[in-house]
């Protein structure tokens, strides 16, 4: 059983940046994929981005040129690397890994862009 915990969450100006990471408790490699979704209050859960094990990634519309995702097999991280953030990009962003049985989450991190 992997745990994915997040981190890199917090309180920041529009046009700011963050980096959040996902601590994997095991191996990353036995994700086919792995990726970053986001829930703001009140709307349902939205992918962010993903990435495959071999490193192709793709992108939310709202995200494309913005946000980098990133993955470290060594370190078992995933990465989120965040730029020009809005305040709508305000949420709950989660950690997802796809076994081959199962998806894993994380527990979260909360994310707050101010105007």
């Known amino acids: 059983q992997v745990q994915l915990v997040e981190s890199g969450g917090g309180l920041v100006q529009a046009g700011g940046s963050l980096r959040l990471s996902c601590a994997a408790s095991g191996s990353i490699r036995s994700f086919n994929s792995m990726g970053w979704y986001r829930q703001a209050p009140g709307k349902q859960r939205e992918l962010v981005a993903t990435i495959t094990t071999g490193g192709t990634s793709t992108y939310a519309d709202s995200m494309k040129g913005r946000f980098t995702i990133s993955r470290d097999n060594d370190k078992n991280t995933l990465y989120l690397q965040m730029n020009s953030l809005r305040p709508e990009d305000t949420a709950v962003y989660y950690c997802?890994?796809?076994?081959?049985?199962?998806?894993?989450w994380g527990q979260g991190t909360q994310v707050t862009v101010s105007s």
């Open positions: 997802n890994g796809n076994g081959m049985w199962k998806a894993y």
